[in-house]
């Protein structure tokens, strides 16, 4: 599946500027103060990871976050369930008491 790749769009979609952000090196850093750890996104697993830190920018929290990335899947034509079932992988390795929300 090609598109995963949809960072810089997603960037500019949310006005978040290159100048505070770059992607360097495979993660999105700003420059100014805080880290994104995302790794660019290229598959379902770093898409849904990289919108859910570019979710915490726009001030969502956790479970908001993940939403978020679910919605900018479905916007960008992609495939929801396998976003839904990576970000239900990673929540059950890193944060299972997320998972409750994402059944
Ligand atoms: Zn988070």
């Known amino acids: 599946m090609d598109g995963w790749n ?19 090196h495979g993660r999105a850093v700003d420059s100014v103060a805080r880290q994104i750890y995302a790794p660019r ?5 770093s898409f849904a990871i990289f919108c859910h830190e570019v979710g915490h920018i726009l001030g969502y929290d956790e479970v908001g976050s993940w939403n978020f990335a679910i919605e900018q899947a ?18 059950f390795q890193n944060a299972p008491s997320l998972l409750p929300h994402f059944q």
């Open 6 to 24: 949809q960072a810089e769009r997603l960037l500019k979609r949310y006005n978040i500027k290159w100048k505070d952000i770059t992607i360097q």
């Open 41 to 45: 996104p290229v598959d379902a697993r």
């Open 74 to 91: 479905r916007s960008f034509g992609l495939p929801v369930g396998e976003v839904k079932r990576a970000i239900r992988v990673y929540l």
